[in-house]
């Protein structure tokens, strides 16, 4: 994975709430078992029509938004608990999802998969929604390391929320098993003190 310290991006806006991983990524596309092509097909039934060509009225097929951060309404990654969900945001590309709230299992496939789930309050969500649609090109400053998202285009803050064992991870570009093994000198040392 790709460290994660501090992000500074324009966003995406999805302003819909309740959005299921049905959704983010259809049952029809899960029979792949790694996680190559998933971004092509991140909301392919809002994006896409049935014959293929982009849906010109969704928000991944209008040029006028783009960037490493997806703003979405209250509630989303609800529904099954398929990690392709994580897999098709990181696919095309987003490093972070802000939204009010996550569905809990979500939350964490995202964080297994280097993509930073970012829980803001309900007016700090709609300041966002607001800024984007008076200037596309506003930016969010997402920082890890202090655990803070800055509107700026109203110089607004606030703090998140984060678990210290994935912080620490996404700091540092790692994995589970990348992470058991930057500590193989102490287990190591562990198991020979038991004998």
């Given at each position: 994975?790709?460290?994660?310290?501090?992000?500074?991006?324009?966003?995406?806006?999805?302003?819909?709430?309740?959005?299921?991983?049905?959704?983010?990524?259809?049952?029809?596309?899960?029979?792949?078992?790694?996680?190559?092509?998933?971004?092509?097909?991140?909301?392919?039934?809002?994006?896409?029509?049935?014959?293929?060509?982009?849906?010109?009225?969704?928000?991944?097929?209008?040029?006028?938004?783009?960037?490493?951060?997806?703003?979405?309404?209250?509630?989303?990654?609800?529904?099954?608990?398929?990690?392709?969900?994580?897999?098709?945001?990181?696919?095309?590309?987003?490093?972070?999802?802000?939204?009010?709230?996550?569905?809990?299992?979500?939350?964490?496939?995202?964080?297994?998969?280097?993509?930073?789930?970012?829980?803001?309050?309900?007016?700090?969500?709609?300041?966002?929604?607001?800024?984007?649609?008076?200037?596309?090109?506003?930016?969010?400053?997402?920082?890890?390391?202090?655990q803070t998202i800055t509107n700026n285009a109203n110089g607004k803050t606030e703090s998140f929320a984060i678990n210290a064992y994935k912080k620490e991870c996404l700091l540092n570009g790692l994995d589970d098993i990348d992470y058991l093994l930057s500590k193989k000198d102490l287990i190591e040392?562990?198991?020979?003190?038991?004998?």
């Amino acid at each position: 994975m790709e460290k994660f310290i501090k992000l500074t991006s324009t966003v995406v806006p999805l302003p819909i709430e309740n959005v299921d991983t049905d959704q983010i990524i259809p049952a029809r596309f899960l029979k792949a078992t790694d996680k190559n092509g998933f971004g092509d097909n991140l909301f392919a039934d809002w994006r896409y029509n049935k014959d293929g060509s982009p849906k010109t009225d969704f928000v991944l097929n209008n040029p006028k938004y783009s960037g490493s951060i997806l703003v979405a309404g209250k509630n989303f990654g609800s529904g099954s608990s398929r990690e392709h969900a994580a897999w098709a945001i990181d696919g095309y590309g987003f490093k972070v999802v802000v939204s009010s709230f996550f569905a809990d299992i979500f939350q964490n496939n995202a964080l297994n998969n280097g993509v930073l789930p970012v829980v803001v309050s309900a007016d700090f969500l709609a300041g966002i929604f607001l800024n984007v649609n008076e200037n596309s090109k506003m930016t969010l400053t997402v920082d890890l390391e202090n655990q803070t998202i800055t509107n700026n285009a109203n110089g607004k803050t606030e703090s998140f929320a984060i678990n210290a064992y994935k912080k620490e991870c996404l700091l540092n570009g790692l994995d589970d098993i990348d992470y058991l093994l930057s500590k193989k000198d102490l287990i190591e040392a562990y198991e020979t003190s038991l004998k």
